[in-house]
Nanobody
């Protein structure tokens, strides 16, 4: 199990900003892709954004132009800057890491983001 340590999140009014960070701890695990997913109770977990070690990014259409993912590849850290937040962004956000050594991805513990109207 790759330990992922998340921080950030919280509550904000619509139009506000929040940032999330995630770090791989405990050593080197040959991490290739890191990203953020979110889940609303009762719904499937969905991709928010992901970034490769080379810096290529993928965003969900719903967050394009509002969220920015960035990464420190040397330290296996990833950040998600969330601007112009909307109530529909309310969810538990999970950090995700894909290793070239393991077939299954790894998940953080999740952090709550709440956007009020």
């Amino acid at each position: 199990q790759v330990p992922l340590v998340e921080s950030g999140g919280g509550s904000v009014q619509a139009g506000g900003s929040l940032s999330l960070s995630c770090a791989v701890s405990g050593g080197y695990f040959s991490i290739n892709v890191m990203g953020w997913y979110r889940q609303v109770l009762g719904n499937q977990r969905e991709l928010v954004a992901k970034i490769t070690k080379g810096g290529s990014t993928v965003y969900a259409d719903s967050v394009k132009g509002r969220f920015t993912i960035s990464r420190d590849g040397a330290k296996d850290m990833v950040w998600l800057q969330m601007n112009s937040l909307k109530p529909e962004d309310t969810a538990v956000y999970y950090c995700n890491a894909e290793s070239t050594w393991y077939s299954s991805p790894f998940w953080g513990q999740g952090t709550q983001v709440t956007v009020s109207s």
